[in-house]
């Protein structure tokens, strides 16, 4: 059986985010502002779920002058994924219990 | 030039133009006093998006100056006035574009088999132009080292046509870029390490004789001169030919299989 990646807290974050409201489009900076998270934390991980085909992106218009904003929402194996995914405070866990292996 | 631009700048340069200009449209949602933070971190998740072997082409870029930063800091006869610099400048100008257009491929080059094809045709490529080196230090140059000189184009040639039938001509000429790079930069620094290791040994009659001719004191530092010369003309000449090899594998394939490739 193949063994299910496991997530950092901040991509649980933002899996769980995106999945409270599946229909929902959202954009980056909601995303930032939301969940608290440096832009520098939240892109590495809405690229690396685009790429891995769990994130979909659309253009949306914008208001006059302003450019077209890129909107993202869950794929169903996105949705999947944030269904199995465990809660945050498990991931800051184990992610915790890896550092600690991966030091001593 | 407005930060919004240097973002999708950089995207577009490390092939990611679209996340360039998500990024950008949501700088005009962030207020003043923050964008500052916000485009620090656009920037700095550009560079963690970047693929291993984008990382790879910067420590290939990173070694090839410290080969030649060792050589001028261990042979301080190499600087011999202002040309000396200005070739230090041409060669850091070279190694900083080969490193941000490999990064740039690699990053375009999504399917791993097409980055796989890309390491094997650069690794082909670089050993191909070694054993014409090797060929021709053991004696004089025969048919069969002449020969060998098409090893390298003929590599090139072939994984720019089997990119470009797995895909397109664009993403054969990439794959074929990329592994042109990869194979200028291992070829440099082999060539180049060796030549910083060795003192630019072995001293064969010809080099011997060219150095009594120049008047130079240092037997050395001529010969380390004269060989890391050899290996920028190889950094610069082997990706070239290479590619323009390459591009016409793409050529071939397209008219050959012109219902499985597309532009």
Not at chain 1, 4 to 19: D, E, G, I, K
Request: aromatic residues 6%; contains cysteine.
């Amino acid at each position: 059986m193949a063994r299910r990646r496991s997530h950092s807290p901040q991509t649980v974050r933002v899996l769980h985010a995106l999945a409270a409201e599946p229909a929902v489009w959202r954009h980056g900076y909601d995303l930032v502002v939301t969940l608290d998270l440096k832009s520098g934390s939240l892109y590495p991980i809405l690229i690396r779920l685009r790429d891995r085909g769990l994130l979909q992106s659309r253009w949306e218009p914008s208001e006059s002058g302003r450019p077209p904003r890129h909107a993202y929402r869950l794929t169903a194996a996105g949705l999947a994924e944030a269904a199995a995914a465990p809660s945050e405070r498990i991931a800051t866990r184990r992610s915790v219990r890896r550092a600690g292996l991966e030091t001593a | 030039m407005s930060t919004a631009r240097v973002v999708i700048l950089v995207a577009s340069v490390l092939g990611r133009a679209d996340w360039g200009h998500a990024m950008a449209a949501e700088l005009a949602q962030v207020p003043a006093r923050r964008r500052g933070r916000f485009v620090a971190g656009c920037l700095g998740a550009l560079l963690l998006s970047l693929p291993g072997l984008a990382w790879a082409s910067l420590a290939s870029g990173l070694l090839s100056l410290a080969v030649v930063a060792a050589a001028l800091v261990r042979y301080p006869g190499l600087v011999t006035g202002v040309g000396t610099w200005l070739a230090v400048g041409f060669f850091v100008t070279v190694v900083v574009g080969y490193v941000v257009a490999a990064a740039g491929l690699s990053t375009r080059l999504e399917e791993s088999r097409l980055l796989v094809g890309a390491v094997l045709a650069g690794a082909g490529i670089a050993c191909s132009w070694w054993a014409v080196g090797l060929a021709a230090s053991v004696g004089a140059p025969t048919l069969a080292s002449m020969a060998m000189l098409a090893l390298g184009p003929a590599v090139a040639g072939v994984a720019g046509a089997w990119a470009t039938a797995r895909s397109s001509w664009v993403v054969g000429t990439e794959c074929v870029g990329l592994a042109s790079l990869l194979a200028g930069f291992a070829l440099f620094l082999l060539w180049g390490g060796q030549t910083v290791a060795f003192a630019g040994r072995p001293y064969d009659a010809a080099l011997v004789r060219d150095f009594r001719a120049s008047g130079a004191h240092d037997l050395a530092t001529y010969a380390v001169s004269d060989s890391l010369g050899s290996g920028m003309m190889l950094l610069l000449l082997v990706p070239l030919v290479s590619l323009v090899a390459g591009a016409a594998g793409c050529v071939v394939a397209q008219r050959a299989w012109p219902a499985t490739t597309s532009a």
